[in-house]
T-cell receptor, first 114, second 110 residues
């Protein structure tokens, strides 16, 4: 089915471990985004990408790494997970055509770091 | 810097109206509005662009005051299905970088 999918949906890991969250979209959208959602903070932008091999920092990029070798994939890696990175992570995408196009969100990954 | 939303939370009875405000310290190019149900992904409601008209969709409409760097979402004759958290997302000119507010929790009671 067309759309945007995130995997895994749930993940539990330990501090210091590396973890990668996957995001895949089938629309060939140019723009992709990673957000984290925490109570009291709403959605905060971690990184975004305008196209393959073009990424840029958002509001809270520290501790995260992204890559975008293919248009459809935008993985987010926590190189050494910390408890403060426990959160719900949302990936989103949007077309690069027109300023009036919405972002489409994936279902989220709930990440717990023990 | 995140836009500021007000109120932080609101409780309504079915049929009542509500207004949710979104203010930014930066000059805005576009404002997006989303609604999120508990445990689900945000769902798009509408976009307002600089210089654009007020938008409306069923009983939900929004306005964008460029001079004040503010947007307001109007919920008319609220329904139970309107319950959720509402987020505004803003972008400045020349960028597709969207910054979201902290959200407004809305609860509609029967």
């Amino acid at each position: 089915d067309a759309g945007i999918t995130q995997s895994p949906r749930y993940k539990i890991t330990e501090t210091g471990r590396q973890v990668t969250l996957m995001c895949h979209q089938t629309w060939s959208h140019s723009y992709m985004f990673w957000y984290r959602q925490d109570l009291g903070h709403g959605l905060r932008l971690i990184y975004y990408s305008a196209a393959a091999d073009i990424t840029d920092k958002g509001e809270v990029p520290d501790g995260y790494v992204v890559s975008r070798s293919k248009t459809e994939n935008f993985p987010l890696t926590l190189e050494s997970a910390t408890r403060s990175q426990t959160s719900v992570y949302f990936c989103a995408s949007r077309t690069g055509q027109g300023r009036d196009q919405p972002q489409h969100f994936g279902d989220g990954t709930r990440l717990s770091i023990l | 810097q995140q836009p500021v939303q007000s109120p932080q939370a609101v409780i309504l009875r079915e049929g009542e109206d509500a207004v949710i405000n979104c203010s930014s310290s930066k000059a805005l190019y576009s404002v997006h509005w989303y609604r999120q149900k508990h445990g689900e992904a945000p769902v798009f409601l509408m976009i307002l662009l600089k210089g654009g008209e007020q938008k409306g969709h069923d009983k939900i409409s929004a306005s964008f005051n460029e001079k004040k760097q503010q947007s307001s979402l109007y919920l008319t004759a609220s329904q139970l299905s309107y319950s959720g958290t509402y987020f505004c997302g803003t972008s400045t000119s020349g960028t597709y970088k969207y910054i979201f507010g902290t959200g407004t929790r809305l609860k509609v009671l029967a």
